[in-house]
Structures are given as C-alpha cells and as structure tokens.
C-alpha cells in the first residue's frame, strides 16, 4: 500500500492542507482580510508548516493512540494496522483476509459494515462496542479511494470510550436502581391484597410505565363499608416520581379514613378536593369514588375528572356511565354530585386509569369505545377479563405511562350457591306494635335460614333493638331488612330521620340509651349511614360459624 498516495485522500486531508497553506500565504497577499499586526508578525518569523500530503502517513498513523487497521479489496485483506491495534490485540499479518486476521472485529460485527462502506463509498460509526480485550471502542470506517476505485480499501479507525461506556452505564444502573425505589413506593402504597366482599369478585392490575425512574401515582383500592356495601376507588396524580407517588399515598389513606365515615360518593370527594389542595396546591389528580349496594342492584359514583366507568350487563352490553363528572382533585370551588349505574347480578365493571386508553396518535373517546368492545367480548373471571382488557389496549413492559384497572364482578347465583343469599324486608308499620312484629317476623326468617339456635336469638334480639331505637327516635317510613350471605347475617332498620344515632354510655338510673350498646357488643360490627333520600340506615353484622 503506497500511504503517501493515499494520505491525500483520507477524510479531511485536503480540507487541512488546504487551511495550512492558506495559513502560510504572506500578509501583502491578503488583501482587505489582513490579520492584525501581531499575528503577522508572527507569521512571518515562524517557519511555514509543511502541508499534509508531503507528510509521511505511516509515521503519522503509527503515533495515534486510537486503533487504526486499513483493509483493502472487497475480501478485506489487511494493509496496516497502527501499534495502538497491535498492543490491543496483537501482531496481524498484512495481506489475509480480515474475516480470519481480525476476529476481534468479526466478533464485534464490523464486517458487513465493511462491505456497507465500500458498496456506498460513505462513511459508517459504529457507538460503543465493548471487544475482546475488555475495553469499549467506537469504530468509524471510511473509504479509501485510489485513482476512482471505490473497492480500494476501507481505513477502520476505533476510539477508546471505556471511560464513557463505564460512565453511561453507571448512570444507567443509578436510574435502574431510583426506578426499583420508586416502583417499590408505588406498590408499597396500593393494596397488597384487595379485600373480597360477599357480593362481588374483584381483581386489579398495576403495571408501571416505561423503563424510566419516573413512575405515575396511580392507584386503586377496595373497601368495605359495613352492612353488604363495598366503596371501590381508582385516581392517577398527575406528574411522575417520588413526589407523585407520596401525594397518592397521602390521598388513598384520607380515602380509607373518609369511607368509614360512610358518606355519599360526592361528599368524599369534596373532602378529598380540599385535602389535595393542602398537601400540594401544584399537584392535581383525577379520581372516581363509587359504592356498590347489593341490596339496590346500583353502583353509586363521583367523579373528579377522571374517564368513565364502564359496565356491561348479563347481556353483554356496555354502558358509559359519563355523567356527572366535575374537575380533578385540588383545582377548589366545585361541588362535585354523584350519579348512578346499574349493576345487577351477571354484570361486571371496570375502573380504570388514563395509561390503559390514552395515546398520542389516537382520539380519547375513540380508544375509550375500542375498550368497550373489548368488555363487551371479555367474558371470564375479574382477573382474566382484567388481563385481557390489559392485552387488548396493548400495554406491554415499555409502555409510556402507568396503567392500574380495577375489574369487579356481581355474580349471577343460582343453585345451592343461590340459597346462600337470600333478603327477607319488612315494612314497620303502626306504632308501638310494629316491635313484636319485627321480632317475630325476624325469627320466622331466620328459623327458615336454619340458623344455628345462638345466632338465630341473637339476630332476634339485634332486631329487636334496633327497631325500638328507630321507633323511639326515628320517624316513618320505616323499614327492616334483613339479608344473609355465604359469609355473615346482616340486619338493617332504615326511618326517615337523618339524626345518626351513637353509642353512649348509661347511667344506671337511665330507662334508655343502652340499645346500640348492646347491638355494639353482641355483634360483630355495626354501623350507621345517611341515605340518599333523607333519612338513616342503621345495621349490624353476624358473622356465620364456619362448617
């Protein structure tokens, strides 16, 4: 290989001959673009630098730290490699092919990028390839041309970047490992295991978006609220990280404090508006609150801006339960209402988080009636419609947001199954002889309920109580429900005064006052709510002994 020819025709030889000849032509030449006087003196004292092409390539070669190989031909035989290359990977005999002299390129997959270099006659790089010797390298090829001949020869040129390489993956594991503490936060802060109510199946889904440290607030949660109903919530914070991730814990643990409360969907919501202000007036989520009523066949909601529940039937058609819905948590001075959707045995529902629906190249409500058609044709348990739902939206490991789905299921029972659940109402009428007829008609139920005799005289005396205090404070209409499941015996009076009643403790001189006392104490649970249509509801729990 002549190299003195061929230096004139490596990449920017001409372009820097050409700039150091223009360096060395005299002051009087210039023109109106003269430098200013000190420089050219200067010049003019300094001897004139030789230009490239008169410089012997071979020894300029040999001195440069970087790995340098030429190969010529379309077998690649090797011309040259420099000392850099020899230190690294030892002496190569000039003249065989470069599949069998350089395995450390082979290896690396340089060599199609060779026959890319010369077919193309443009220059290739290829970033940060870690070779034999343990050390990372980019290599950049370039033709080399003699007299026109395109297959004269490609010059490899390879630049040590370990130090880079070891940097970006240092930083690469950081991220790695404020993502793993992230995610963990996350999933610290949602349910580990979703409570089981008697009247629904329920599963959900968490999965965090992207491969970045950033994870979204996302969250859901299942609680039960006593007397056969069960609240299910889901909301996203908006933001990603650390941050986002601590406001949703802060706001599903005001949830779980406010459900007890037993309030209606909007008012939680409310609370929950002024709570998100507080912790961070700059952090805004989304979030709807619904409660289940097996006894109604209804799922109550509210909704802070967050996308629509659906719901689909026992015959398999899908409802948008779209209104009404009032801006997301933290934005201040809205009253939020609640709305109502039918859910029924056979029907199934699904909350969800704007990561399963929303994309960048697509329409909200288009993406929102695809995932209806999914639902529609889901049909399995909550986990299995839940993953499907998953599949069909096309989330996958790399998706760029996070994605929580909440799936819950009102079985149709029939069979034995269905003789676990069974609702016995009765209307109190009259006056002070509206007692003895609740105590009777509840031990007529629940002798038809083959109770053990135990429970069946304690639900008589629960009833019992619970009527007199609803006869003595409430006022008409008045109401006794008394329902069981698979699980626990519930009994419920309902009047329309909304005055909730509390356990207090009696005086030994006090004919009154010690009936939610005893309710509290023979019970398992109990509890008291107002009801939508003015009015209170108060009930308590048996749990049924295990068989």
Known sequence: ?????????????????????????????????????????RSADASPAPAVDVLPAREVLDRVPALVALVHGPDHRIGYVNDAYTTAFGTRPAGVPARDALPELAELGLLPLL??????????????????????????????????????????????VTDHAEAAERLRASER??????????????????????????????????????????????????????????????????????????????VRAYARLDLPPHEVLQLLDGLAAEIDPNQIATCVYAIHDPNEGSLVYASAGHLPILVRDENGVVARADEPTGPPLGTGGWMHSSGCIALGPGATAVLYTDGLVERRDADLDESIAALEGALAGATGTPQVVCDRLVRSAGVTA???????VLVLQHPARTGPDGDLFRNAAL???????????????????????????????????????????????????????????????????????????????????????RGIAIVATIASSWGCRRTPGGGKAVWCEFVLPKE
């Open 1 to 41: 290989m002549n190299f003195t020819r061929w230096s004139a025709r490596l990449p920017g030889t001409q372009r820097r001959a050409a700039a150091r000849t223009e360096s060395a032509v005299s002051p009087d030449r210039r023109g109106d673009g003269s430098v200013p006087a000190a420089r050219a003196e």
């Open 115 to 160: 026959d890319q270099v010369l077919r193309s006659g443009r220059p290739r790089t290829l970033k940060s390839r870690k070779a034999v010797d343990g050390r990372s390298y980019t290599f950049t090829c370039t033709p080399v041309t003699e007299d026109g001949d395109r297959d004269a020869g490609v010059l490899v040129f390879a630049t040590d």
């Open 177 to 254: 490992r404020q993502r793993e503490t992230a995610v963990t936060l996350q999933r610290s802060l949602l349910p580990q295991e979703l409570e089981q109510p008697d009247d629904l199946r329920i599963a959900a889904t968490y999965q965090p978006g992207g491969t970045e440290a950033a994870v979204g607030g996302d969250w859901y949660d299942v609680i039960t609220l006593g007397g056969g109903r069960t609240a299910l919530v889901i909301g996203d914070v908006m933001g990603r990280g650390v941050r986002a991730a601590a406001v949703m814990g802060q706001l599903r643990t005001a």
């Open 398 to 404: 790399d998706h760029d947001d996070d994605v929580a």
């Open 427 to 513: 209307e109190l009428l009259g006056g002070v002889e509206a007692a003895p007829r609740a105590r009777a008609f509840a031990s007529g139920v629940l002798t038809s309920w083959r109770f053990p005799a135990e429970l069946h005289d304690l639900g008589v005396l629960a009833t019992s109580e619970l009527v007199a205090n609803s006869l003595q404070h409430g006022i008409p209409p008045m109401r006794l429900r008394l329902r069981r499941t698979d699980r626990r015996l519930i009994i419920e009076v309902t009047d329309g005064d909304d005055h909730l009643p509390r356990r207090r403790r009696a005086e030994p001189g006090d004919e009154s006052g």
